[in-house]
């Protein structure tokens, strides 16, 4: 029984984020079939922020009016509409409208808001239910957490993305690298020279070139649709286990009160025989942990900060700090990355060092390989080692350890602040979406207002100035 309860703990976590892990793995894709481009991300970042009034409207009903709410048949209606967002969106996600004379993916960015809103609303409903398990389930939460971003991976990986370049040579053939041109390679006196005679240039010719992935976006969103159902009916199970749980434990209640009233009545006639009814032992209650203020404190701080930049003010630029790159170390950076979590989940459970310290020292490696990709991104189209193969590994492994060590420091918050209380895990959830919405609504104006992060135009020569 236990094993079956972790494993449904496990698919019921991964229904967390795993809508929205699902979008951002395949934005490699989406970014060059939909109008929006390279802002895209953007957009998402800021849409997903709008969906948090959903947790929103049940913090103030948590502080305001406490115990009105039960988790129960609000993670139902979640999941449930989650799934029914993910199926619409095999249909719907290519669809274009012209709003102000301008092509604009409604039906995308519409059902994004409702797949936001449900991923938001479990950060405030989810843990708050697992505080009705024993506490040794919260790690299998946390791996079906991290799974929510390692499924979307694998299924993106297999999909493939294409490369939208490609390069012809004199002869027509095409070739899917596009060749590594650098002004080393091709001097601009050298390049003069051959353009005023009559000879042929020896530079090989950019082109468009897309290779088709290996399945289409419409397959993808229905395997979504497929694992967001999968957490439904593991909810199911759970709801029915906890359901028998209680009964069980009423049962055991109702046998031990039979039991010390007959012992009373033989106390009362004299009987010393106490020991012909066995004795029953509930489990003890758990003591609550007491952490000092300031260090309460930190714990949150650093659940705002880590989230602020994994979920708003990193994910906003990764186009700009990969795309330049090309498209497979986009592609690669975002599955890959998604594929980080989950690991450092099992990172956690395999290293439970609950210092502060170390946590404080572990954000800090994280926020330096976030600072190398936004360096990145403001750099664009121009990057270090673009066009270079060690340029894209970086890039690729900077991005997951980016991801792997904050989300680390994400899961190893969550499990000091189970100790605490109910109330802690929903302020955790709380304090999560703030994060992220301070994120977004930081780069939202820079990337498309003031658009301080520039797109590659596709040019080889641009960067040889």
Same mark, same amino acid.
């Given at each position: 029984?236990?094993?079956?309860?972790?494993?449904?703990?496990?698919?019921?976590?991964?229904?967390?984020?795993?809508?929205?892990?699902?979008?951002?793995?395949?934005?490699?894709?989406?970014?060059?079939? *939909?109008?929006?481009?390279?802002?895209?991300?953007?957009?998402?970042?800021?849409? $997903?922020?709008?969906?948090?009034?959903?947790?929103?409207?049940?913090?103030?009903?948590?502080?305001?009016?406490?115990?009105?709410?039960? =988790?129960? @048949?609000?993670?139902?209606?979640?999941?449930?509409? /989650?799934?029914? +967002?993910?199926?619409?969106?095999?249909?719907?996600? =290519?669809?274009?409208?012209?709003?102000?004379?301008? !092509?604009?993916?409604?039906?995308?960015?519409?059902?994004?808001?409702?797949?936001?809103?449900?991923?938001?609303?479990?950060?405030?409903?989810?843990?708050?239910?697992?505080?009705?398990?024993?506490?040794?389930?919260?790690?299998?939460?946390?791996?079906?957490?991290?799974?929510? /971003? *390692?499924?979307?991976?694998?299924?993106?990986?297999?999909? /493939?993305?294409?490369?939208?370049?490609?390069? #012809?040579?004199?002869?027509?053939?095409?070739?899917?690298?596009?060749?590594?041109?650098?002004?080393?390679?091709?001097?601009?006196?050298?390049?003069? $020279?051959?353009?005023?005679?009559?000879?042929?240039?020896?530079?090989? #010719?950019?082109?468009?070139?897309?290779?088709?992935?290996?399945?289409?976006?419409?397959?993808?969103?229905?395997?979504?649709?497929? &694992?967001?159902?999968?957490?439904?009916?593991?909810?199911?199970?759970?709801?029915?286990?906890?359901?028998?749980?209680?009964?069980?434990?009423?049962?055991?209640?109702?046998?031990? &009160?039979?039991?010390?009233?007959?012992?009373?009545?033989?106390?009362?006639?004299?009987?010393?025989?106490?020991?012909?009814?066995?004795?029953?032992?509930?489990?003890?209650?758990?003591?609550?942990?007491?952490?000092?203020?300031?260090?309460?404190?930190? $714990?949150? $701080?650093?659940?705002?900060?880590?989230?602020?930049?994994?979920?708003?003010?990193?994910?906003?630029?990764?186009?700009?700090?990969?795309?330049?790159?090309?498209?497979? +170390?986009?592609?690669?950076?975002?599955?890959?990355?998604?594929?980080?979590?989950?690991?450092?989940?099992?990172?956690?459970?395999?290293? @439970?060092?609950?210092?502060?310290?170390?946590?404080?020292?572990?954000?800090?490696? /994280?926020?330096?390989?976030?600072?190398?990709?936004?360096?990145?991104?403001?750099?664009? @189209?121009?990057?270090?080692?673009?066009? !270079?193969?060690?340029?894209?590994?970086?890039?690729?492994?900077?991005?997951?350890?980016?991801?792997?060590?904050?989300?680390?420091?994400?899961?190893?918050?969550?499990?000091? *602040?189970?100790?605490?209380?109910?109330?802690?895990?929903?302020?955790?959830?709380?304090? =999560?979406?703030?994060?992220?919405?301070?994120?977004?609504?930081? &780069?939202?104006?820079?990337?498309?207002?003031?658009?301080?992060?520039?797109?590659?135009?596709?040019?080889?020569?641009?960067?040889?100035?």
């Amino acid at each position: 029984m236990a094993l079956l309860i972790h494993l449904l703990v496990c698919i019921f976590g991964s229904g967390s984020w795993v809508a929205i892990n699902g979008l951002w793995v395949e934005l490699p894709l989406l970014v060059t079939s *939909l109008p929006e481009g390279w802002y895209l991300p953007s957009y998402l970042t800021i849409i $997903i922020q709008l969906a948090n009034v959903g947790p929103l409207l049940i913090t103030l009903l948590h502080r305001f009016r406490p115990g009105c709410l039960s =988790e129960i @048949p609000v993670i139902y209606v979640v999941l449930a509409l /989650g799934t029914t +967002a993910c199926l619409l969106f095999a249909f719907l996600w =290519e669809k274009t409208l012209v709003v102000a004379g301008v !092509s604009h993916s409604i039906a995308f960015l519409v059902l994004t808001f409702f797949l936001a809103l449900v991923d938001c609303t479990s950060s405030v409903t989810f843990l708050p239910f697992m505080a009705r398990l024993p506490a040794q389930y919260l790690t299998s939460y946390f791996v079906g957490e991290g799974l929510s /971003g *390692l499924l979307p991976a694998l299924v993106a990986l297999g999909q /493939g993305s294409g490369f939208n370049t490609c390069a #012809q040579d004199n002869n027509g053939s095409i070739t899917t690298e596009p060749p590594n041109i650098t002004e080393a390679s091709f001097p601009l006196e050298s390049l003069n $020279i051959t353009l005023n005679s009559d000879l042929t240039p020896s530079i090989p #010719q950019q082109t468009t070139c897309d290779v088709p992935a290996n399945f289409s976006p419409f397959v993808f969103f229905l395997l979504l649709t497929i &694992m967001m159902a999968s957490c439904l009916a593991a909810f199911f199970g759970l709801t029915r286990l906890l359901k028998q749980r209680v009964l069980s434990t009423e049962d055991l209640l109702v046998s031990q &009160m039979t039991l010390s009233s007959l012992q009373l009545q033989e106390a009362s006639t004299g009987s010393n025989n106490r020991d012909s009814y066995p004795s029953v032992v509930l489990p003890e209650e758990k003591g609550t942990t007491v952490w000092p203020r300031t260090q309460l404190a930190f $714990i949150y $701080i650093l659940v705002v900060f880590a989230n602020a930049l994994t979920n708003g003010i990193l994910p906003s630029v990764q186009t700009y700090s990969c795309m330049s790159y090309g498209s497979l +170390a986009y592609h690669l950076s975002a599955a890959l990355s998604a594929m980080a979590n989950p690991l450092a989940c099992l990172l956690a459970m395999c290293l @439970p060092n609950r210092s502060l310290l170390w946590l404080g020292v572990i954000t800090a490696v /994280g926020t330096g390989f976030g600072a190398y990709n936004m360096a990145m991104a403001v750099l664009s @189209p121009c990057p270090l080692l673009k066009g !270079s193969h060690w340029g894209e590994a970086i890039i690729v492994i900077s991005w997951v350890l980016f991801t792997g060590t904050l989300s680390y420091v994400k899961v190893m918050t969550g499990v000091h *602040l189970r100790d605490l209380s109910h109330s802690a895990l929903v302020w955790c959830g709380a304090a =999560e979406q703030l994060g992220s919405a301070f994120g977004a609504i930081l &780069m939202f104006p820079l990337v498309n207002v003031l658009q301080l992060f520039k797109s590659d135009n596709g040019s080889s020569l641009q960067c040889l100035s």
